[in-house]
């Protein structure tokens, strides 16, 4: 009953867990396992993603959150090094502020 | 994950804007791949053209494959590729070794690409610069080592490290890749490359090893024009936004 956000809204949390599972489907689940993933790691230094694999991610996360999400067109106002050093805090706030 | 198949392989590709009236179809270099495009040039181009990545055989997500890395088979696969995604004419871009399978295709299809676009491709008969890509993958795994030399936990795995590891063992060793880039070595005293008759735009790094590369194919290409941006042989990563505004610039006038 007191529900702040719209119903329709993702908290960043749910948001965190259905990037958690892209990620599971892209770098494998036996390699997760041994992963703590946070809000906190970036692709590269804690994933240990490399750039092809950021491109599958990236396909998931526009087939599921859908065209309101210009997640490439976000991205490309970063050069590589910022990607790489983003966290997964950054993009579940980027969005949330999309939907 | 889009996938084709074609007659001996799969190919992982990615299109920006499908729908738009003008297609751009961008060919990564040797030991590479599409990301190479994806984060800051495909999607500037995309802002007008429908832009179509691919990673070629033995590249990222496409299929693996011991055999056909010269530019007769990966220009045939580029057309075939074409015909199965219904792409009548495009405006071709390649880098590095991409460059080549770019201009190789536009000697046999001429019909088939509107304009053309050459990234720091090199001159095969210089195997020294085309050993380039040999130092640069060692110079990225050296990298790799000497980032997380300072970490004391031991990272599980280092699966990045293995990944790239694995790419280079299956394409340096298993594959004839070697040995049919070799044979390239003559591509640039082909009459026919002389008889592009294409407009062409050819981008350069000013401090790369392939300058002179691009120099001799202004020389041989009537309607070309060479441009050049700060950087060596990596200019992708190094200046993605210059390039990417001249390469709209060059296809979209």
């Known amino acids: ?99 | 994950m889009p996938v084709v198949s074609l007659q001996h392989t799969s190919i992982h590709l990615q299109e920006m804007n499908a729908g738009a009236p003008e297609t751009i179809l961008m060919v990564h270099g040797m030991f590479t791949n599409l990301s190479i495009y994806y984060f800051n040039i495909a999607p500037v181009l995309a802002q007008r053209f429908h832009v179509v990545l691919y990673d070629l055989k033995g590249h990222g997500m496409s299929g693996r494959s011991s055999q056909g890395y010269d530019l007769q088979t990966m220009s045939d696969e580029l057309l075939e590729l074409m015909d199965k995604l219904g792409l009548d004419t495009v405006h071709l871009a390649g880098y590095s070794y991409g460059g080549l399978i770019a201009l190789k295709a536009a000697m046999r299809f001429p019909g088939r690409i509107n304009k053309l676009a050459i990234i720091e491709s090199p001159n095969p008969y210089e195997q020294e610069t085309m050993r380039i890509a040999d130092i640069y993958s060692k110079e990225l795994l050296v990298h790799f080592i000497n980032d997380h030399a300072g970490d004391t936990a031991v990272r599980p795995g280092k699966r990045q490290l293995q990944r790239r590891h694995r790419m280079y063992e299956q394409l340096l060793k298993e594959s004839s890749i070697r040995q049919d880039m070799q044979q390239e070595r003559d591509f640039f005293s082909s009459p026919q490359l002389a008889g592009i008759p294409h407009e062409t735009l050819l981008i350069y790094g000013n401090a790369s090893d392939c300058m002179f590369a691009g120099q001799q194919l202004h020389q041989k290409i009537s309607r070309s024009q060479l441009i050049l941006v700060n950087g060596d042989h990596n200019i992708p990563v190094q200046e993605p936004f210059p390039i990417a505004y001249a390469l709209k610039d060059f296809f979209g006038t």
Not at chain 1, 62 to 86: V, Y
């Open chain 1, 1 to 99: 009953m007191d529900q702040l956000t719209q119903p329709t809204q993702l908290s960043e949390e749910a948001i965190l867990e259905v990037l958690k599972q892209f990620i599971t489907e892209v770098i494998g689940q036996e390699f997760v396992e041994d992963l703590d993933i946070t809000p906190q790691s970036s692709f590269t230094k804690d994933l240990e993603m490399d750039s092809i694999e950021i491109v599958a991610f990236s396909e998931k996360v526009k087939a599921h959150f859908g065209k309101d999400i210009d997640f490439t067109g976000w991205l490309s106002n970063m050069d590589l090094d910022e990607i790489i050093n983003l966290n997964l805090g950054d993009i579940t706030k980027y969005i949330q502020s999309c939907l």
